[in-house]
Nanobody
Framework: QVQLVESGGGLVQAGGSLRLSCAAS????????MGWFRQAPGKEREFVAA????????YYADSVKGRFTISRDNAKNTGYLQMNSLKPEDTAVYYC?????????????????WGQGTQVTVSS
């Protein structure tokens, strides 16, 4: 079992940066792949980025490639999403997720554990 808690969201102007954190409890986090998703009002939850269990393999949605960086520190049981050059269209609730497998996944139904989400608002 893995419990996830996101933090670091907030209000930022376009062009600014935020760093989201995902604190995990449970012994299986270090052997689980991790992902970040987001959901804007009236829209479906969408994939943002994913990282494999050791942190050497990453994958990004085209919309954030080159601006966002996913990472993890298994010693601290924490995952991160560094978001730079933020745009108003990045405004959403951001969720971290973990699955029971070690490889990258991009679909919502491929993840078993979810955090409660953190709001990111980018003003123009």
């Amino acid at each position: 079992q893995v419990q996830l808690v996101e933090s670091g969201g907030g209000l930022v102007q376009a062009g600014g940066s935020l760093r989201l954190s995902c604190a995990a409890s449970g012994r299986t986090f270090s052997s689980a792949a991790m992902g970040w998703f987001r959901q804007a009002p009236g829209k479906e939850r969408e994939f943002v980025a994913a990282i494999n269990w050791l942190g050497y393999n990453t994958y990004y949605a085209d919309s954030v490639k080159g601006r966002f960086t996913i990472s993890r520190d298994n010693a601290k049981n924490t995952g991160y999403l560094q978001m730079n050059s933020l745009k108003p269209e990045d405004t959403a609730v951001y969720y971290c997720a973990a699955n029971r497998f070690r490889t990258i996944a991009t679909r919502v139904d491929e993840y078993d554990y979810w955090g409660q989400g953190t709001q990111v608002t980018v003003s123009s």
